[in-house]
């Protein structure tokens, strides 16, 4: 059984930071891919940022130069690094991961249940 385990929202003050952190855990072959999603009420849920078996990494252009996305294979952990918080940047985030499973071979996306980030003065 996979789960994803999401911490490190909270309130913070505009420019402040926050690190968030999502951890898989399971029969998990290997790591397709991490990313993070976010959805504020009453609007879509929107994808954040997203880093690939690569390396390679995107991100939305709201946030590009703001947040770091990274990675621990290791420890099937995914971080997301948020610089310079907006009032906008206030969501639900939600971190998803298309892992490959040990067990058959075949790739999932799974999903956290997502941790509160509150960005106000």
């Known amino acids: 059984q996979v789960q994803l385990v999401e911490s490190g929202g909270g309130l913070v003050q505009p420019g402040g930071s926050l690190r968030l952190s999502c951890t898989a855990s399971?029969?998990?072959?290997?790591?397709?891919?991490m990313g993070w999603y976010r959805q504020a009420p009453g609007k879509q849920r929107e994808s954040v940022a997203v880093?690939?078996?690569?390396?390679?990494?995107n991100y939305r252009d709201s946030v590009k130069g703001r947040f770091t996305i990274s990675r621990d294979n290791a420890k099937n952990t995914v971080f997301l690094q948020m610089d310079r918080l907006k009032p906008e940047d206030t969501a639900v985030y939600y971190c998803?991961?298309?892992?490959?499973?040990?067990?058959?071979?075949?790739?999932?996306?799974?999903w956290g249940q997502g941790t509160q980030v509150t960005v106000s003065s």
């Open positions: 880093i690939y078996s690569g390396g390679s990494t």
């Open positions: 998803n991961a298309d892992l490959k499973m040990e067990v058959g071979g075949l790739t999932y996306r799974y």
């Open positions: 399971g029969s998990i072959a290997s790591i397709v891919v």
